[in-house]
């Protein structure tokens, strides 16, 4: 599976951003997908995921500011983030979890990544 992000960039606190990410290689449809985001020095961390049922988990950290979602005929995955802070910059990545499992926080669970996209949120 090949996984390409984009959509991030440099936006004011308070504003918002829509990241994409699609998949080629592999239908996503029957697999989790995640995004997650690692700000300079600090360790990847969980943002958000989407089951293929549609279930949805997200960080404490976004819930009721982002929004993630698929579109599997066009096996795509969404990020919608409102209300953006100054501590939402980071490099954002999506990745797939193909296990069966209920949703997963940990990166160590997915097995294929995208390149990133950066989000910078000016304070």
């Known amino acids: 599976v090949q996984l390409q992000a984009c959509g991030g960039g440099l936006v004011q606190a308070g504003g918002f951003l829509r990241l994409s990410c699609a998949a080629s290689g592999r239908t996503i449809s029957w697999h989790t997908m995640g995004w997650f985001r690692q700000a300079p020095g600090k360790e990847r961390e969980f943002v958000a995921a989407i089951k293929w049922t549609n279930t949805t988990n997200y960080a404490d950290s976004v819930k009721g500011r982002f929004s993630i979602s698929r579109d599997s005929a066009k096996n795509t995955v969404y990020l919608q983030m409102n209300s953006l802070k100054f501590e939402d910059t980071a490099v954002y990545y999506c990745?797939?979890?193909?296990?069966?499992?209920?949703?997963?926080?940990?990166?160590?669970?997915?097995?294929?990544w995208g390149q990133g996209t950066q989000v910078t949120v000016s304070s």
């Open positions: 990745a797939v979890d193909s296990s069966s499992v209920p949703i997963r926080t940990g990166a160590r669970s997915y097995a294929y």
